[in-house]
C-alpha cells in the first residue's frame, strides 16, 4: 500500500467510530508499528491544520478521534440548536467535577462530600457515558468504585485527567 492509501485508511477507520480508537488498534488493523502508525496519524492532523479543514483530531490518553475544528463550533450549535436543557444540571456537574477528582470513588464517598442523596446524578452521568464502574472496593458490602470515562475526556476536551485545572484549596471560601 502507499502512503495515500494507510491515511484514508486511518481517516475511515477515526470517522467510522464513535469513541476515541487507540493507536495500538489502528496499527494492528492497518498492520503497522505504533510509530509508523504514529506517523501517519501526525500528517493526517497536519494536512487537517495545513488546510483549514472542518475537522480535526483530538488525542486522549494513547487514543485519537476525529471531530469538528472547534474553530466552527458556533455554526455547528446553530445547525443543531442545542438548548440549555439539554446540558448537565449544576447537580450533575457537581457529583462529575467530584467524581472527576477523587476517582476512584464510592457513591458514599461522593454523598458524604456533597451532604445528599446523589443515586440520581450518578446514573444521569452513567447514562451519558461520562462516568462508569471502576471495580469494587474490597470492603464490607464490596461498594462500587466510580470514574470517568474517555468520552468525559472527549466532550470537556481534556488529553488526560492530570490536565485537569488544579484546585487552590487554600483559596477555596466555606
Same mark, same amino acid.
Given at each position: 500500500?502507499?502512503? !495515500?492509501?494507510?491515511?484514508?485508511?486511518? =481517516?475511515?477507520?477515526?470517522?467510522?467510530?464513535?469513541?476515541?480508537?487507540?493507536?495500538? !488498534?489502528?496499527?494492528?488493523?492497518?498492520?503497522?508499528?505504533?510509530?509508523?502508525?504514529?506517523?501517519?496519524?501526525?500528517?493526517?492532523?497536519? =494536512?487537517?491544520?495545513?488546510?483549514?479543514?472542518?475537522?480535526?483530531?483530538?488525542?486522549? !490518553?494513547?487514543?485519537?478521534?476525529?471531530?469538528?475544528?472547534?474553530?466552527?463550533?458556533?455554526?455547528?450549535?446553530?445547525?443543531?440548536?442545542?438548548?440549555?436543557?439539554?446540558?448537565?444540571?449544576?447537580?450533575?456537574?457537581?457529583?462529575?467535577?467530584?467524581?472527576?477528582?477523587?476517582?476512584?470513588?464510592? /457513591?458514599?464517598?461522593?454523598?458524604?462530600?456533597?451532604?445528599?442523596?446523589?443515586?440520581?446524578?450518578?446514573?444521569?452521568?452513567?447514562?451519558?457515558?461520562?462516568?462508569?464502574?471502576?471495580?469494587?472496593?474490597?470492603?464490607?458490602?464490596?461498594?462500587?468504585?466510580?470514574?470517568?470515562?474517555?468520552?468525559?475526556?472527549?466532550?470537556?476536551?481534556?488529553?488526560?485527567?492530570?490536565?485537569?485545572? /488544579?484546585?487552590?484549596?487554600?483559596?477555596?471560601?466555606?
Amino acid at each position: 500500500m502507499n502512503k !495515500k492509501e494507510y491515511l484514508n485508511i486511518i =481517516e475511515a477507520l477515526l470517522f467510522s467510530s464513535v469513541e476515541p480508537v487507540s493507536i495500538k !488498534k489502528i496499527s494492528q488493523v492497518i498492520e503497522l508499528t505504533e510509530i509508523e502508525t504514529r506517523t501517519f496519524i501526525n500528517e493526517l492532523e497536519n =494536512e487537517y491544520k495545513d488546510n483549514e479543514r472542518g475537522i480535526q483530531l483530538y488525542y486522549f !490518553k494513547d487514543k485519537v478521534q476525529i471531530g469538528t475544528n472547534s474553530k466552527y463550533i458556533e455554526h455547528i450549535k446553530k445547525m443543531i440548536k442545542t438548548s440549555r436543557n439539554k446540558g448537565l444540571s449544576d447537580a450533575a456537574m457537581e457529583v462529575l467535577s467530584i467524581v472527576a477528582y477523587k476517582q476512584p470513588i464510592t /457513591k458514599s464517598e461522593i454523598e458524604y462530600i456533597r451532604g445528599i442523596n446523589s443515586d440520581r446524578m450518578i446514573n444521569q452521568l452513567i447514562e451519558r457515558y461520562l462516568v462508569e464502574e471502576k471495580g469494587r472496593l474490597e470492603k464490607i458490602g464490596r461498594p462500587k468504585l466510580y470514574g470517568t470515562t474517555d468520552i468525559f475526556l472527549r466532550n470537556f476536551n481534556i488529553y488526560s485527567l492530570k490536565n485537569l485545572p /488544579k484546585i487552590d484549596y487554600d483559596n477555596i471560601e466555606e
